[in-house]
């Protein structure tokens, strides 16, 4: 008995990429039925997919030039008077029947049509991770999209129409002015203020002020002053031993998010790549994290759930790939803990911007300032 139990401990613990691949294809695809209210968040599903994919070293898989084309569909493009400025950046889906437009003409305007700001990101991610130099991204517009969503307390909504407000969303904003390397899309020092008074009494941070220390906003707050070069300037020294002391805390087997919470597979990146930005990742236990990361791997069809002997999902697969890659598991690419892509990504992205610099260079010793 104890032999057999040995044996499907072993088979239980093997990571099992080529399912997850299938996986991930699938979900670029078809949904179960129970999906279709994530239509109108379609982009971040694709997000999960593409980037699973990417980690997995498996884009080849894929029609990339056809995603590009999709993606860019979703942008929401500046009318021919700029009137809709304020509105700019990428809606999830076409479900909202605007006719497909994956050019970089004029936008059409609708009175309902508006981009939503983790729609932006995760469109801007998965522009990056297929390889896309996001040449027919309209930057400005983008900008000024951010601009229109940031609240007087530094906080962002999601859509111009309002919505809740929080760190998530301050997290989104951060990584576009990252990848677009342009931080006009923000008011930085506002946004500083709103992660600092987001420190909760339990010496980590909640989704504003006075709100309950969580594993995924102090990943939000923690991993968007990093994307800004702030983080040692915000928090003292001792400041970030006590944030450092409450993440280390919510390892159990796995991580959990908030103290006498189960553990769920996703905090063992929310949680994990906050360690690792603090450098102390390599305190925590692997052996125990990996075993329940591999204890929630549907070996079956692929994916990763929350919790072992539940259905898995793509937001799940793609965290659980992504906490395996933290502590090296072969077969998965390395990944940028703040940005959320593989580090290959993160590297076409240093190109561009490197480009983008010299392109600059060029333009302003053809013009010179009068
Ligand atoms: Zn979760």
């Not at 493009?77 to 497909?100: A, I, V």
């Amino acid at each position: 008995m104890a032999e057999e139990d040995d044996e499907l401990l072993g088979e239980r613990l093997l990571f099992l990429p080529d399912r997850h691949v299938r996986y991930f294809q699938r979900s670029l695809q078809a949904l179960p039925e129970q999906c279709a209210t994530l239509e109108t968040s379609r982009l971040t599903i694709a997000f999960f997919a593409l980037s699973g994919l990417d980690m997995l070293d498996s884009l080849h898989v894929l029609n990339k030039d056809e995603i590009i084309e999709w993606i860019y569909s979703l942008q929401v493009l500046p009318t021919e008077e700029k009137s809709n400025l304020s509105r700019c950046g990428f809606r999830g889906s076409s479900c909202l029947g605007l006719p497909f437009n994956p050019s970089k003409g004029h936008g059409i305007y609708h009175p309902y049509d508006s981009g939503h700001i983790a729609m932006t990101y995760t469109a801007l991610c998965s522009l990056l991770i297929l390889g896309d130099d996001l040449s027919l991204v309209n930057k400005d517009a983008c900008l000024a999209g951010l601009r229109a969503l940031q609240l007087p307390d530094g906080s962002f909504c999601a859509v111009p129409e309002g919505s809740e407000n929080d760190m998530r969303f301050v997290y989104c904003a951060s990584c576009i002015c990252y990848i677009l390397n342009d931080w006009s899309g923000m008011d930085v020092e506002k946004t500083i203020e709103y992660i600092r008074r987001s420190m909760t009494y339990e010496n980590a941070l909640g989704q504003g002020a006075g709100l309950e220390a969580h594993g995924g906003s102090t990943f939000c707050g923690i991993a968007s002053l990093c994307l800004m070069g702030k983080l040692e300037d915000v928090f003292s020294e001792r400041e970030l031993n006590r944030i450092k002391r409450w993440c280390i805390l919510r390892q159990q087997n796995g991580f959990q998010g908030r103290p006498n919470k189960p553990v769920d597979t996703c905090y063992s990146f929310w949680v994990g790549a906050t360690l690792r930005l603090l450098n102390i990742f390599k305190y925590t236990n692997f052996e125990k994290n990996r075993n329940f990361i591999l204890s929630t791997q549907d070996r079956l069809i692929g994916g990763f759930a929350k919790w072992p002997d539940s259905h898995p999902d793509a937001l799940h697969a793609y965290f659980g790939i992504c906490g395996l890659s933290l502590m090296g598991e072969s077969g998965i690419n390395e990944i940028h803990p703040a940005l959320n892509v593989s580090l290959k990504t993160y590297k076409h992205l240093q190109q561009l911007h490197e480009a983008w610099k010299s392109k600059n260079c060029e333009k302003s010793s053809n013009h010179p300032q009068h």
